[in-house]
């Protein structure tokens, strides 16, 4: 069983008094070794709680614990922030005319030049970035100064890396090697990692725990899988699923029984199949997503989304037999 490495203590901290921004009576715990993710839309207080847990911000209430001891604020030291901890920003903090193993290297102390290089190569061997030694930053692709970046962050025996929107600069190609190479380091070494991201996949790739805020304050948190199955708030089910949301006078529309005034559902919980409880709706428009289609699907005027495996097997104005399998009801 991991030890728990940080406590998120009733935490909040507003930018500015006449208006909602920050973060509200923010709690959970982290465990050592994990990776949580922070997911919310734009604006929620995603990157104002990961700067008040790195110590960046003085936050109005509660606190931050670290092994059981107190994180200081920014006016309580010289310099802001957590030895333990290393955060990466979007701009990287890269010397971009300086070599990859200069960036790295130049966070070790010169008393033990022979630790100082394997120290260096190390992190950059786990990073799969060798071979880029002898390179400028400025040669480098947003990639691969994400890699450099992070590999800075480790070297100086890093206990908790702190990300904020680690895969903005990246294309989706390089993003999965980059999220699997990062979920792979963790496990390896035992890193404990917090990432801050708007796009839920990011936490349902690679986190062992996600933490759901809106609007400065905590929604739900739990293991990726529960969360998504088993969402307590629509918002929560949109954030990471793109669910579809009914009000209860559509849901009737649509013959559901329901007793709550909002239903949701993910488009793949939509069983396209002739059944006694199935209904016809008709094919309004098709988007080719690869190997599978969505459908936007509408019945009495109401509009669902469903997908559709055989890419192709349904054409638009076609009429479909469906059978909503599950839904939740808020």
């Not at 739900?220 to 990471?240: C, D, F, I, W």
């Not at 849901?251 to 559901?256: K, M």
Request: hydrophobic share 40%.
């Amino acid at each position: 069983m991991s030890e728990q490495i940080l406590s998120i203590q009733n935490l909040t901290k507003q930018h500015q008094a006449d208006q909602l921004s920050g973060i509200s009576e923010v709690s959970f715990d982290i465990q050592a070794g994990e990776i949580v993710a922070i997911i919310g839309e734009s604006g929620s207080g995603k990157s104002t709680l990961l700067k008040s847990i790195y110590g960046l911000l003085k936050v109005d209430e509660g606190e931050v614990l670290f092994n059981g001891k107190r994180v200081k604020g920014p006016d309580e030291q010289l310099i802001p922030g957590h030895v333990d901890m290393k955060m990466v920003t979007q701009d990287f903090s890269l010397n971009i005319y300086a070599k990859v193993y200069d960036n790295i290297a130049s966070m070790l102390s010169n008393t033990n030049v022979a630790f100082k290089q394997q120290k260096t190569m190390e992190v950059m061997e786990h990073l799969r970035i060798t071979a880029l030694k002898n390179k400028k930053i400025i040669e480098l692709s947003g990639g691969e100064q994400q890699r450099v970046a992070i590999a800075k962050a480790l070297v100086s025996d890093t206990k908790v890396l702190l990300l904020d929107e680690p895969f903005s600069q990246v294309d989706a190609i390089l993003k999965n090697q980059l999220r699997a190479d990062i979920k792979r380091l963790s496990k390896e070494t035992g890193l404990t990692i917090i990432m801050v991201s708007h796009d839920a996949t990011d936490g349902l790739f690679m986190a062992d725990r996600l933490v759901i805020l809106k609007e400065g304050k905590l929604q739900q948190e739990g293991r990726p899988r529960e969360v998504y199955n088993h969402p307590t708030s629509t918002y929560t089910a949109k954030m990471l699923g793109n669910a579809v949301v009914l009000s209860k006078q559509q849901a009737q529309q649509l013959e559901l029984k329901v007793t709550k005034e909002q239903v949701c559902f993910y488009p793949e919980w939509v069983e396209l199949k002739a059944s006694w409880s199935a209904k016809k709706f008709n094919v309004r428009d098709i988007y080719y997503k690869g190997f599978y289609d969505e459908l936007l699907l509408e019945r009495n005027g109401v509009h669902i989304r469903a997908l559709q495996l055989n890419s192709g097997e349904h054409k638009k104005n076609d009429q479909v037999y469906v059978h909503i399998g599950r839904f939740l009801e808020f």
